[in-house]
């Protein structure tokens, strides 16, 4: 970006301060939406407007301008007959700036809607031009660091973002119907506990001790089963110190729903029904493209087993061990370092063996999965080396994870001691007061995990994970 550009800019700033005019404006009252404006059109009705200056034209003693707001654009005619003293502020604008005009409403000879301006404002002088072509803004790496000029540039992004809050608000309002009450659990945490994962770790001084951003809320979520609430979601955000790639950042937002007295197959069919009324509603059809292919979402979704897959493909039944995985899966070409594998990685690799097997036409349930990858899960009467779990795949990704909840606290200790032992990665103690919670007693009941980040990219068609959070995490300049 040139200096001189931006020392030009200056200069009409100063301009308009020595003319007494602030160039950093204070309330401005809007009548509308530029939206609103253009579909109630009525000729001559008064309107005060105010956006972002995205296009200039001179014609003599009269001017033509585009602003923009959040929904539209709108036409500005300046004219000096009008403006009088007021008409010579068009030469301290620039495009970029932000601006309020009064005036009336008519249409051109081309029947463009435009404000017949009166009064003109300077709400805030912009003292950056925008990149070259901002108005169609392809640097990655731009639009990622500086999100705002990516907004101020693609209309197609603000859209994006605009559907990913549609849907959180519809996911409110759905279970919000069904008689379930929104909390909130913290954010910091004394143990790194309620799932697979790398914590972040921080420490609290005043306390002396270390804590842990959560890496899920599941735990303190069933203490409230336990203290009666029966029906409870949080839309949260979580953290896991790992790897960053199209589908993980390192902060990302779950919905985590939990129901007494169900159980996974419960969930499973709740699931369906939640994310195929958030496709319908927000593209209007159960059947949307993503990555060249056609996924249906009418129900009922196609169920694949785990345990029966794992065996066919590479031999591995519920009577191996960890280290016996590692060496069935390294026979089949599955590339895996050293001959032990901690149960993070292991459901890591597992879950990239499965995704593309869910690939087809319609979102794909595994079920059956090995008792042994499930500490928090109840296990099936009939068989306990098979959990009561279910996870969705849509084109290949991860979207939810399910289990009917185990409250048998004394097998949910030997279930945490296990771990321990074969993980160490994650966590190093056992939450002993969630242990202490179950002996209270919880109900019988089943929780629901669903990644918004990426159900937000399967609904706006978005390929990376940077495309529907608004600050992802980058590498540092």
Same mark, same amino acid.
């Given at each position: ?25 204070? %309330? ?20 005060? =407007? ?107 992004? %603000? ?25 909130? @659990? ?28 959560? /890496? ?14 029966? %029906? ?70 196609? %169920? ?34 050293? @001959? ?13 063996? /499965? ?15 090995? @008792? ?12 306990? =080396? ?39 990665? @994650? ?51």
């Amino acid at each position: 970006m040139s200096d001189d550009l931006i020392a030009i800019r200056k200069k009409k700033l100063e301009a308009l301060r020595e003319a007494g005019i602030m160039p950093f404006g204070s %309330r401005f009252e809007k009548t509308d939406t530029f939206l609103n404006i253009r579909s109630a059109f009525e000729e001559g009705r008064v309107v005060k =407007a105010a956006g972002r200056l995205v296009s200039l034209r001179e014609h003599g003693k009269s001017v033509f301008c585009d602003i923009k707001d959040h929904t539209e654009k709108l036409q500005l005619y300046l004219k000096k007959d009008n403006l009088g003293e007021a008409f010579a502020l068009k030469d301290s604008l620039d495009i970029g700036d932000i601006i309020g005009a009064e005036g009336k409403l008519f249409k051109t000879r081309t029947g463009e809607i435009t404000v017949e301006v009166s009064s003109l404002t300077v709400l805030a002088k912009s003292m950056r031009p925008l990149p070259e072509k901002w108005h169609g803004l392809k640097d990655v790496e731009t639009r990622y660091r500086q999100r705002y000029l990516d907004l101020i540039a693609n209309d197609d992004v %603000r859209k994006i973002f605009s559907i990913r809050s549609r849907i959180i608000t519809q996911i409110r309002r759905f279970f919000d119907e069904r008689g379930y009450m929104e909390v909130e @659990t913290p954010m910091l945490q004394p143990l790194a506990g309620g799932a697979a994962g790398r914590p972040f770790k921080t420490h609290h001084n005043v306390y002396d001790k270390d804590l842990y951003l959560r /890496i899920a809320p599941e735990l303190y979520l069933k203490r409230l089963l336990v203290g009666g609430f029966e %029906r409870v979601y949080e839309i949260n955000k979580s953290f896991r110190n790992e790897g960053i790639s199209p589908r993980h950042n390192p902060e990302f937002t779950m919905l985590e729903v939990y129901t007494a007295y169900a159980d996974y197959n419960d969930l499973l069919s709740l699931t369906e029904e939640l994310i195929y009324n958030l496709v319908k509603d927000m593209t209007g059809k159960a059947k949307i493209e993503y990555k060249g292919k056609e996924i249906d979402f009418t129900p009922p979704w196609e %169920r694949i087993s785990f345990a029966n897959l794992m065996k066919d493909l590479y031999g591995i039944t519920t009577d191996d061990k960890l280290e016996t995985w590692v060496e069935k899966l390294k026979k089949k070409g599955v590339e895996i370092e050293g @001959t032990k594998i901690s149960r993070t990685k292991l459901i890591n690799i597992i879950a990239d063996l /499965i995704e593309p097997k869910s690939g087809a036409g319609k979102p794909v349930f595994v079920v059956d999965y090995f @008792t042994e990858l499930c500490p928090l899960a109840k296990t099936k009467a009939d068989d306990p =080396a098979i959990s009561e779990r279910f996870e969705l795949y849509i084109s290949g990704i991860e979207i939810a994870n399910a289990y009917s909840e185990l409250n048998n606290p004394i097998e949910q200790k030997e279930r945490f001691e296990e771990q321990l032992k074969v993980d160490k990665e @994650t966590s190093d103690s056992i939450d002993e007061d969630y242990v202490r919670a179950l002996e209270y007693g919880m109900p019988p009941a089943a929780g629901l995990g669903i990644g918004i980040d990426r159900l937000a990219m399967i609904i706006t068609g978005q390929e990376s994970i940077r495309d529907v959070i608004l600050f992802p995490q980058l590498k540092p300049e």
